[in-house]
């Protein structure tokens, strides 16, 4: 189990670090909470002592056993350290050996490495050139920040400052913890589900959501690729992505074109649509009292286009299948010249969870089901194994 310091400053955005911790805690983490005095004056320790299960500490010399030093074991034993909000006051301690206090104390006998800084502080303040000079030194030591966000402060302001939102920062930490197995590979994704327009309003569809393929585009980035997710009419997102919002299948088709030829492994995750309108309404249809008659013709194959243009990619599809999953999923492999195949019933269409079967010519792996973001960091690691990625 992973030991994370969560370090909390006295800034109003301490409030959060309470929803930070408990979610840090359901994920696994062993978490212990170091709290300045100011902290306390915006979250009780006794709210983090509950969530936590642990001790926390606020003083220098808090510890029973006056031989037991908490700044010297604290810094020794965290596999992370977490300022969590970091206020303008810690930031330039930290840069300037300043160790007056029990963080300030923890922060310099910690190996640079080791300590991320999630700032939070008005917009002026952040602006400060001299906090952007501490922030410069702190970097090139080898101290993490996790930008803060634009958007309301407390005070009142519009800008940035605000504490970066809390998924963000959990993603941060499993990506921090994540061994780096695809490090400097180029992953390409594409999610989501496309759309065929009959009208300017009207369209055929289907119902992905693109949760699978944003969540295989996390695991990768945390796994250390360079990712570029192709999204078709999707509204999820996430950070350290290269995101290409598309519409239709020609839109993805021609972006999937532009970063192919330099990609290791494409995941081939959209909901594409297989047919799309002979002819298309400039104008919006107008209902009738007769029945509408719909002409469609077959679109591009992209993932079949792809197989004929393979040469040093690993080239991975999935299969929905709502009868003869193996069989048909077999088919696709052969025929579109797939290195693997991802096998799902139609039941993983928008849910947050699923179960799939990743097949080769040689093997079944099955992934049992389980939330989205932990079947893709499954599927990434078998994948990784069986194509034996260097």
């Given at each position: 189990m992973k030991k994370i310091l969560l370090c909390i400053t006295g800034s109003i955005a301490a409030y959060k670090s309470a929803d930070i911790a408990s979610k840090l805690v359901s994920?696994?983490?062993?978490?212990?909470?170091?709290?300045?005095?100011?902290?306390?004056?915006?979250?009780?320790?006794?709210?983090?002592?509950?969530?936590?299960?642990?001790?926390?500490?606020?003083?220098?010399?808090?510890d029973d056993e006056y031989t037991h030093l908490t700044h010297i074991s604290s810094a020794k034993e965290a596999d992370l350290i977490l300022v969590a909000p970091a206020t303008y006051n810690i930031i330039g301690k930290t840069a300037n050996g300043v160790a007056d206090d029990l963080l300030s104390s923890i922060l310099a006998a910690a190996p640079a490495n080791k300590v991320v800084f999630a700032p939070a502080m008005n917009v002026n303040m952040y602006n400060n050139p001299i906090l952007t000079d501490n922030i410069n030194t702190l970097t090139k030591g080898g101290y993490t920040f996790i930008e803060p966000d634009d958007g309301m402060l407390a005070c009142g302001d519009l800008g940035k400052g605000r504490m970066k939102n809390i998924p963000s920062i959990l993603e941060f930490v499993d990506s921090y913890f994540c061994e780096k197995i695809l490090y400097g590979k180029n992953i390409v994704i594409t999610a989501g589900a496309t759309r065929e327009y009959l009208d300017p309003i009207r369209y055929i569809s289907n119902s992905s959501s693109g949760l699978m393929g944003l969540s295989l585009a996390k695991a990768s980035r945390n796994m250390g690729a360079n990712v570029t997710l192709i999204m078709a009419n999707s509204a999820l997102t996430t950070d350290n992505i290269n995101i290409i919002n598309v519409a239709t299948v020609n839109e993805m088709y021609d972006?999937?074109?532009?970063?192919?030829?330099?990609?290791?492994?494409?995941?081939?995750?959209?909901?594409?649509?297989?047919?799309?309108?002979?002819?298309?309404?400039?104008?919006?249809?107008?209902?009738?009292?007769?029945?509408?008659?719909?002409e469609l013709k077959k679109n591009t194959d992209i993932l079949f286009e792809l197989g004929k243009l393979k040469s040093k990619q690993i080239l991975i599809g999935f299969a929905a299948e709502s009868e003869n999953l193996y069989e048909n999923a077999l088919k696709k492999l052969e025929l579109k010249n797939l290195d693997m195949i991802i096998a799902n019933g139609l039941e993983n269409f928008g849910s947050t969870s699923g179960s799939v079967n990743i097949i080769t010519k040689?093997?079944?792996?099955?992934?049992?089901?389980?939330?989205?973001?932990?079947?893709?960091?499954?599927?990434?690691?078998e994948i990784v194994k069986g194509a034996n990625i260097k």
């Open positions: 994920k696994g983490y062993d978490i212990h909470v170091i709290m300045t005095k100011n902290s306390t004056k915006f979250i009780s320790p006794m709210v983090l002592e509950t969530l936590t299960k642990n001790r926390v500490y606020t003083e220098l010399f808090q972006s999937v074109l532009e970063f192919y030829p330099t990609a290791d492994i494409l995941f081939s995750a959209a909901a594409v649509s297989d047919y799309g309108p002979i002819n298309y309404s400039s104008q919006k249809i107008k209902k009738s009292d007769i029945t509408l008659t719909l040689a093997n079944i792996i099955n992934i049992p089901q389980q939330d989205k973001e932990s079947l893709a960091e499954e599927i990434v690691i």
